[in-house]
């Protein structure tokens, strides 16, 4: 009977470490972070994570400066350098400057944009703006000096918006000049970053 009571004891004893230590790991994973993810189980060095709130906290002031209602629109996450953007707009270009902005940012490595437009839906606009963009996508796939997988692409009303990393800056004007030789195109607008510049390079 004394050893039940004394295992029991022991049993109560580490639940409660547990949850204590929970508790602490908890409290921590908010603070400057506020991703709600615990550090304990955050593969992020802490370094990465502090540039990651750094970042999203910077993007969100720029953006917030542009138009304020962005505050209360627009989400955004950022993590290991990745930016992940979410909301509701008006008008399809203001997505695209969202993304230009984005990809401004110092140390990006990434721009994924689910914002949605609230604008109605032009069907021979949309064709004809789906057509410049496969067009500069199979460009690039096909030129062996450009590596197409490091670029995302979007067009606007026969602007083009390029954003991504190059190898090179002889490989970044290869990519201008690809999307400025597309037939009909008004004007390009290219965020692109030289893989040097980077604040993480992959190994």
Not at 111 to 136: G, H, P, Y
Not at 148 to 157: P, R
Not at 168 to 194: C, G, M, P, R, Y
């Amino acid at each position: 009977m004394f050893k039940f009571k004394e295992m029991k004891l022991k049993i109560v004893n580490i639940v409660f470490i547990i949850l204590l230590l929970n508790g602490c790991v908890g409290t921590a994973s908010q603070g400057v972070f506020g991703t709600g993810v615990s550090i304990a189980l955050d593969p992020r060095s802490l370094g990465t994570q502090i540039d990651d709130s750094i970042m999203q906290k910077n993007l969100a002031a720029r953006l917030a400066m542009s138009e304020k209602s962005y505050l209360l629109s627009i989400n955004v996450k950022v993590i290991d350098g990745r930016i992940f953007i979410t909301g509701k707009i008006d008008d399809p270009e203001e997505k695209l400057q969202i993304t230009k902005l984005a990809w401004e940012t110092k140390g990006v490595r990434s721009v994924k944009n689910d914002i949605r437009v609230k604008e109605e839906f032009n069907f021979k606009q949309s064709a004809k703006d789906l057509l410049i963009t496969s067009q500069l996508k199979t460009a690039l796939i096909f030129n062996k000096e450009i590596k197409a997988t490091n670029y995302q692409i979007d067009t606007y009303k026969k602007k083009i918006y390029i954003y991504g990393i190059a190898q090179s800056a002889d490989e970044k004007k290869k990519v201008i000049n690809e999307a400025k030789e597309i037939l009909d195109v008004e004007n390009v607008i290219a965020s692109i970053f030289l893989v040097e510049d980077l604040r993480i390079q992959k190994n």
